[in-house]
């Protein structure tokens, strides 16, 4: 794992919120780089056709195969409780179904045409900001995906130790 060195403190000025800007650090630069991202990323899920929660869900289960409450629970690395809570305010609002299969004691759950349809709606606004962002970029945009997967990727071992 690297070390981590202290950073040359260039702190946010008008001019470069968050840590943006050329005069920084890598480490500094890629932070206040990912914090803006984030921003954007929140507003983006404030003006989702979907609530967090339910976006995740459906995402889940977009692969179309019905899991049962500790399935969601271990993929999407929550308490239980939460999803439970999270599973049961999906079907009030019509987008999720649940069903009992033949030999199992679990019941299992899966994305009614309502949900499959938020979903894709709320799918394609995020996809959409996703394309321009990469539009932008040109004919960098697969270089820029390899680099991103690569830091992604480092950056998560650096994280898990």
């Not at 889940?60 to 500790?70: A, E, F, V």
């Not at 991103?148 to 071992?157: K, M, P, Q, S, T």
């Given at each position: 794992m690297?070390?981590?060195?202290?950073?040359?403190?260039?702190?946010?000025?008008?001019s470069?919120?968050?840590?943006a800007?050329?005069?920084?650090?890598p480490?500094r630069?890629?932070?206040?780089?990912?914090?803006?991202?984030?921003?954007?990323?929140r507003?983006?899920?404030?003006?989702?056709p979907?609530?967090?929660?339910?976006?995740?869900?459906?995402w889940?289960?977009?692969?179309?195969?019905?899991?049962?409450?500790?399935e969601?629970?271990?993929?999407?690395r929550l308490?239980?409780s939460?999803?439970n809570?999270?599973?049961?305010?999906?079907?009030?609002?019509?987008?999720?179904?649940?069903?009992?299969?033949?030999?199992?004691s679990?019941?299992?759950?899966e994305?009614?045409?309502e949900?499959?349809?938020?979903?894709?709606?709320?799918?394609?606004?995020?996809l959409?900001a996703?394309?321009?962002?990469?539009?932008?970029l040109?004919?960098?945009?697969?270089?820029?995906?390899?680099q991103?997967?690569?830091?992604?990727?480092?950056?998560?071992?650096a994280?898990?130790?």
């Open positions: 690297p070390t981590a060195t202290p950073s040359s403190a260039t702190s946010p000025t008008p470069a919120p968050f840590g800007g050329p005069d920084l650090t480490d630069r890629v932070a206040g780089l990912l914090f803006r991202l984030d921003l954007h990323r507003l983006a899920e404030q003006r989702s979907l609530g967090t929660a339910d976006g995740r869900l459906l889940l289960l977009s692969d179309g195969r019905p899991r049962t409450l500790r969601i629970s271990d993929a999407l308490e239980q939460t999803v809570r999270q599973v049961n305010a999906a079907l009030a609002a019509g987008l999720l179904h649940r069903s009992t299969a033949p030999g199992r679990a019941r299992l759950h994305p009614t045409e949900g499959r349809a938020r979903f894709e709606e709320a799918t394609s606004l995020a959409g996703y394309a321009d962002g990469l539009a932008a040109g004919d960098d945009a697969a270089s820029f995906l390899d991103l997967e690569r830091f992604a990727h480092a950056y998560g071992e994280v898990r130790g």
